[in-house]
């Protein structure tokens, strides 16, 4: 059994900067990849990036490639998600999920765990 946990969100002004983070305990995220998630209101929740158990291959929602870099700490096991430039429209519960298999891809169903979510902000 992994516990997921996100934080590091809060309310902001568009431009800014967040780093969200997911830790787990329970196991080791070492071996597994992770994906970072949102869900605005009134809306289903989105994939939004995605990384490799060894942080070697990530991958982004295409419009939010540049603004979004998501990377892991495996000494510390925890995954980050880096956001810059903050929009509104970036304004959702973020959730971590973690796939065992591996997988990386853009459907909630490819992950196994997920974290009950951290709420962000964006003031215009």
């Known amino acids: 059994q992994v516990k997921v946990v996100e934080s590091g969100g809060g309310l902001v002004q568009a431009g800014d900067s967040l780093r969200l983070s997911c830790a787990a305990s329970g196991r080791t995220l070492t071996t597994f990849s992770v994906a970072w998630f949102r869900q605005a209101p009134g809306e289903e929740r989105d994939y939004v990036a995605s990384?490799?158990?060894?942080?070697?291959?990530?991958y982004y929602e295409p419009p939010l490639k540049g603004r979004f870099t998501i990377s892991r700490d495996n000494a510390n096991n925890t995954v980050f998600l880096q956001m810059n430039r903050l929009e509104p429209e970036d304004t959702a519960v973020y959730y971590c999920?973690?796939?065992?298999?591996?997988?990386?891809?853009?459907?909630?169903?490819?992950?196994?765990?997920w974290g009950p979510g951290t709420q962000v902000t964006v003031s215009s």
């Open positions: 999920a973690v796939s065992m298999a591996g997988h990386t891809g853009r459907g909630q169903f490819e992950y196994d765990y």
């Open positions: 990384v490799s158990w060894n942080g070697g291959d990530t």
